[in-house]
């Protein structure tokens, strides 16, 4: 989204501006880590649950049945 936003933001009606991947690579992993961070806090319990009861709910579903 960073780099779109920059993309768009550094075009004009002279010429298409250029993504800045590299300050949007930057922005991502040094000054939002803790939002990466907290997403995999997140992530962690949802596989969790995934694997404990949704995935044996789908294979004994097809045994019943």
């Given at each position: 989204?960073?780099?779109?936003?920059?993309?768009?933001?550094?075009?004009?009606?002279?010429?298409?501006?250029?993504?800045?991947?590299?300050?949007?690579?930057?922005?991502?992993?040094?000054?939002?880590?803790?939002?990466?961070a907290?997403?995999?806090?997140?992530?962690?319990?949802?596989?969790?649950?995934?694997?404990?009861?949704?995935?044996?709910?789908?294979?004994?579903?097809?045994?019943?049945?």
């Amino acid at each position: 989204m960073f780099s779109t936003a920059t993309y768009y933001f550094n075009s004009d009606e002279n010429g298409i501006g250029k993504a800045e991947i590299g300050l949007a690579l930057k922005m991502t992993h040094v000054n939002n880590m803790g939002t990466v961070a907290f997403a995999s806090v997140v992530i962690i319990p949802l596989q969790i649950i995934n694997v404990l009861f949704v995935i044996p709910a789908k294979i004994f579903s097809n045994f019943t049945t």
